[in-house]
């Protein structure tokens, strides 16, 4: 369950009982992973819509993705584990 509140995203899973708030940046990647995309797509993307360095970009969605993935809220796909959904 998602709701947005502004450029920002408060997503509930009821059955664990979680609440996680999403800030712009991660709110973008929670919409550009309605479809799967490896890491590189999601980086591209992002370039695009923010004005950011591609190391910076790499660095801190590597970081949000991983938080994610700990979560369990995004996992990896794809024969090389390399995509992300």
């Given at each position: 369950m998602e709701a947005g509140v502004g450029d920002e995203l408060v997503a509930l899973d009821p059955q664990a009982g979680n609440c996680f708030g999403f800030n712009s940046v991660a709110t973008s990647v929670w919409r550009i992973l309605e479809e799967p995309k490896t890491f590189d797509q999601l980086c591209d993307e992002l370039l695009?819509?923010?004005?950011?360095?591609?190391?910076?970009?790499?660095?801190?969605?590597?970081?949000?993705l991983e938080d994610l993935l700990s979560k369990g809220l995004v996992e990896k796909t794809g024969a090389k584990g390399n995509n992300l959904d």
């Open positions: 695009g819509e923010y004005e950011v360095n591609s190391e910076q970009c790499a660095s801190e969605l590597s970081e949000l």
